[in-house]
């Protein structure tokens, strides 16, 4: 059992930065890999970015590269997901997800959080 809890969401003006954050707690010690999903009002949930227990391997979507960072802080159980340069369309609620390793592969996660909002302006 793992439960995860988000924050950071908000309004922000494009061009601007957030750094949303997901502490993990319960039996963690399975969750090798974390990722972030995103969902947009009436789209379909995509993919974001993923990270392995070290971070010694991240994916991102091509939609948000060079743009978002992925990290996490074992110490802490708590992942992060710094996101530069906003634009609109980035404007969903945003997810973070765990899975035994890090995968794209949004059936491979078994954990979720509630997600928080990110809202951008033009």
């Known amino acids: 059992q793992v439960q995860l809890v988000e924050s950071g969401g908000g309004l922000v003006q494009a061009g601007g930065s957030l750094r949303l954050s997901c502490a993990a707690s319960?039996?963690?010690?399975?969750?090798?890999?974390m990722g972030w999903f995103r969902q947009a009002p009436g789209k379909e949930r995509e993919f974001v970015t993923t990270?392995?227990?070290?971070?010694?391997?991240?994916y991102y979507a091509d939609s948000v590269k060079g743009r978002f960072t992925i990290s996490r802080d074992n110490a802490k159980n708590t992942v992060y997901l710094q996101i530069n340069s906003l634009k609109p369309e980035d404007t969903a609620v945003y997810y973070c997800?765990?899975?035994?390793?890090?995968?794209?592969?949004?059936?491979?996660?078994?954990?979720w959080g509630q997600g928080t909002q990110v809202t951008v302006s033009s």
């Open positions: 990270i392995s227990w070290f971070g010694e391997s991240t």
């Open positions: 319960g039996r963690t010690f399975s969750t090798y890999g």
């Open positions: 997800a765990a899975a035994r390793m890090a995968t794209t592969d949004y059936g491979e996660y078994d954990y």
